[in-house]
């Protein structure tokens, strides 16, 4: 129930999208947990519940609706919890000034960028695609053991960014196919 800021128990508009959820801090999430969380969280907050309440009430199941649903995209989506996670444990991602990487994976990048410039058919974009999701896997997996096993907050960062790069890669190829197919 939604009254002065509180949905139930100690939580509040600023408690951690996990305290709010009712999970553990961790990467690895029952997506099916997850969502019967949000689906409950939302029958508390949603404000059709309030319409017959005051104008104080409607406002404060607003807050906790829009909050409800900004924590339940963010937990899941991988690359988003992954990164909320990060900064949490003050290992903030700060991918717009922060693009260091490792040497190997700056060459990987520069080979992906290359292999896509001579790509002229779908073929080609579909086998770097392919790779793409692999390398996507791959990093995944280094994420939830980096983050859930080690947890090495800033090794888990600089992945993040590489999943960043490889979700930014992974839209350049799609925009790429669709050009193929309008010609």
């Not at 900004?70 to 988003?80: H, I, M, S, T, V």
Request: glycine share 2%; charged share 25%; net charge negative.
């Amino acid at each position: 129930m939604v009254s002065s800021g509180v949905v139930s128990g100690a939580l509040t508009l600023a408690s951690s999208d996990f305290e709010l959820f009712g999970l553990p801090p961790r990467f690895q999430l029952d997506p099916s947990q997850l969502e019967l969380q949000w689906k409950q969280l939302q029958k508390q907050v949603h404000p059709d519940f309030f319409s017959s309440q005051g104008a104080a009430d409607k406002r404060l199941a607003m807050q906790w609706s829009v909050r409800v649903n900004e924590a339940y995209q963010r937990l899941k989506n991988p690359l988003r919890r992954a990164a909320y996670l990060c900064e949490l444990h003050g290992a903030p991602i700060r991918a717009e000034d922060n693009t260091a990487m490792p040497a190997a994976f700056l060459m990987q990048q520069m080979q992906w960028r290359e292999d896509l410039d001579e790509a002229t058919d779908s073929v080609a974009i579909e086998a770097l695609q392919q790779q793409m999701a692999l390398e996507k896997q791959k990093l995944l997996q280094q994420c939830a053991d980096t983050l859930d096993q080690q947890q090495d907050w800033a090794q888990a960062a600089q992945t993040v960014r590489a999943l960043m790069f490889i979700e930014r890669f992974e839209h350049d190829l799609d925009n790429r196919f669709e050009r193929l197919d309008n010609n």
